[in-house]
């Protein structure tokens, strides 16, 4: 590989785990508060106390927008580090991805349509007591098998939903999110085609390195108001195994990049720099179609935290706590299955709550409930999310042994009908696939 690279297999590290495990909590207290303390998201009574927390860092805690570009970055990173290891074979990689993705989101949206059938809407009921009109949005089709099979692949996994981050030509084919069973998988179409992106980075990286950083300078360029900028920067980071060396001994310039990542990421709503609005309302095919100005600004904040925080010693140091480390491996199947527990479950036990308690305890006492019952599920779903795991491995695996077999027969057949050079000049054979992929 021609960037820097280490050559052992990379190690899995610790805290980024634990990074994606609060970025997944992030997006849980999200869509919690937005159900049962709506002035904490939307706009509330100037001069509230909730006006002065949307407005202050400590939103950032519950910022779930700005918590999915962190993702991206992440997957950028980790599978930069994966796809090196198995560049010859690069179809067995994507068809691996495809399944990695896509049974866990069949499964979550069969969860989601069990609640429907099961428990209807409470939400709406819930909404009028909580006074969240967000709660009471519908976020389903019809029920059947086509609709789940349609949203959980093709929406989800390949098309996206309109109006949210994608790829634009698709746009004629894709439903609006509010017919998806899980609103949130609108993320995983940008996570497929983000793994493309760092598939062809990674192959680039391995031919050349001038090649490499042409391919990386016009990625950026191209990409520089769209979500999947962060699976660029995860590359170059991955790239330069920035999350394994040791962190810098001043650790001045981390911090601000964290701090200003914050704000960047909590001021989004009101305010955006006239640069990034002037740029993201440009009308040119030169870049990719991108975001409005405040969602790009939350994906540019989102960088500058990640960035930041692999570099502080004393985060890597407290992201590796084993207990955060484990409970975080169970951020894909919280992310996934939050949003079915939200709205039947967790919304049955606040119309329940406020007719015992009040509406005061009620709106605290479905969000510390439905917390335990969303990490319950997440449990449970972790079967499934291993079972993706283990078969999109399996899967890889079975085809890189295909690919190696075929290579193999196409090298013994084209021996044994070689002509001795000495007869008939040098001969000409097909490359061998592996070595000059590895070369």
Known sequence: MTPPSHSAEPQRLAYLESIRGLAAVQVVLLHFFSAFRPDLVFESARGSPAWYVHLSPLSFLYDGHS??????????????RSFERHLQRPLALISARALRLGLPAVAAVLVSAAVIEILGRPNVDASAISGSEWFASPHFTELSMLSVVRDGVGNALFLGYRGLPGVAFL???QQPIDQSFVPPLWTLSIEFYGS????????????????????????????IRSAYLCFVVGHLLANWHRAEKPAPANQLLPAMAVALGVFLCVRADIWQFEGLRRLCSESTFWLF????????QKALGAILVLTGLIHLQWARSALSWPWLVRYSRLSFPVYLVHWPILFGPVALIFLWLSGVVGLGLARVGAIVAGIGLVFLAGLLFSQVDRAALSLSRRWRERLSGLTIEMATLRRTTVGRHAVPAERTGPVSVLPDLDRSAAA
């Open 171 to 173: 746009a004629p084919w």
């Open 67 to 80: 918590a999915v570009y962190i993702f991206f970055v992440l997957s950028g990173y980790v599978l930069s």
């Open 196 to 223: 493309l992106s760092v598939l062809l980075l990674s192959w680039f990286a391995r031919r050349s390195r001038p090649l490499w950083w042409a391919a990386v300078v016009l990625a950026t360029f191209f990409t």
């Open 289 to 296: 179609p991108g975001q409005t100005a405040a969602p790009q």
